[in-house]
Antibody, heavy 116, light 111 residues
Framework: QEQLQQWGAGLLKPSGTLSLTCTFY????????WSWIRQPPGKGLEWIGE???????NYNPSLKSRVTISIDTSKNQFSLKLSSVTAADTAVYYC??????????WGQGTLVTVSS | QSVLTQPPSVSGAPGQRVTISCTGS?????????VHWYQQLPGTAPKLLIY???NRPSGVPDRFSGSKSGTSASLAITGLQAEDEADYYC???????????FGGGTKLTVL
């Protein structure tokens, strides 16, 4: 069964770097694009960026200067790094697969809290 | 301020029909990009409900339907059930931003 499992540090200090990884199980990895999305507590969803199997990326302009998404096709994994975090980056972060022009499979979500 | 505009909340009694609107602009919905809808139950990841304006993934009841016209789209839920109480989000692509944009979300309350 196709599924995404994600992990990473849940508590960061301001100015630190957020780092999350997502692994895809149960299907073809190289066929698809992969994405990260976040949701601040009690708020809506925000697209962070996406990557294809060749490593080509596209980022949300509002986060572009601080975001890096990378991919390791040998492990069916892709990762997110967000630098210089502040309290405004506190959110649940989701990884997702892009298929049929939308996000069809989502990871379970990781709450990342930025606090001193 | 989201690029796609949704009403913050809607409500309906069991068995009734409700609709949730998603209004965009000429750089997203109006440019022909498809609209997708998600249901998010408390504490869970969003679940794909409708893709490409009006298509239901396998397993989604036909009580849920989507439509699109001009710069707007709508999600309709008929035969409202208590389990439908959730947050609903629309999603499209925006050519000005060169990226994906979500609506602000709509909280559905089943009275």
């Amino acid at each position: 069964q196709e599924q995404l499992q994600q992990w990473g540090a849940g508590l960061l200090k301001p100015s630190g770097t957020l780092s999350l990884t997502c692994t895809f199980y149960g299907g073809s990895f190289s066929t698809y694009y992969w994405s990260w999305i976040r949701q601040p507590p009690g708020k809506g969803l925000e697209w962070i960026g996406e990557i294809n199997h060749s490593g080509g990326t596209n980022y949300n302009p509002s986060l572009k200067s601080r975001v890096t998404i990378s991919i390791d096709t040998s492990k069916n994994q892709f990762s997110l790094k967000l630098s210089s975090v502040t309290a405004a980056d506190t959110a649940v972060y989701y990884c997702a697969r892009i298929s049929q022009g939308t996000f069809d499979y989502w990871g379970q979500g990781t709450l990342v809290t930025v606090s001193s | 301020q989201s690029v796609l505009t949704q009403p913050p909340s809607v409500s309906g009694a069991p068995g009734q029909r409700v609709t949730i609107s998603c209004t965009g602009s000429s750089s997203n919905i109006g440019a022909g990009y498809p609209v997708h809808w998600y249901q998010q139950l408390p504490g869970t990841a969003p679940k794909l409900l409708i893709y490409a304006n009006s298509n239901r993934p396998s397993g989604v009841p036909d009580r849920f339907s989507g439509s699109k016209s001009g710069t707007s789209a709508s999600l309709a839920i008929t035969g409202l059930q208590a389990e439908d109480e959730a947050d609903y989000y629309c999603l499209s692509y925006d050519s000005s931003l060169s990226g994906w944009v979500f609506g602000g979300g709509t909280k559905l309350t089943v009275l």
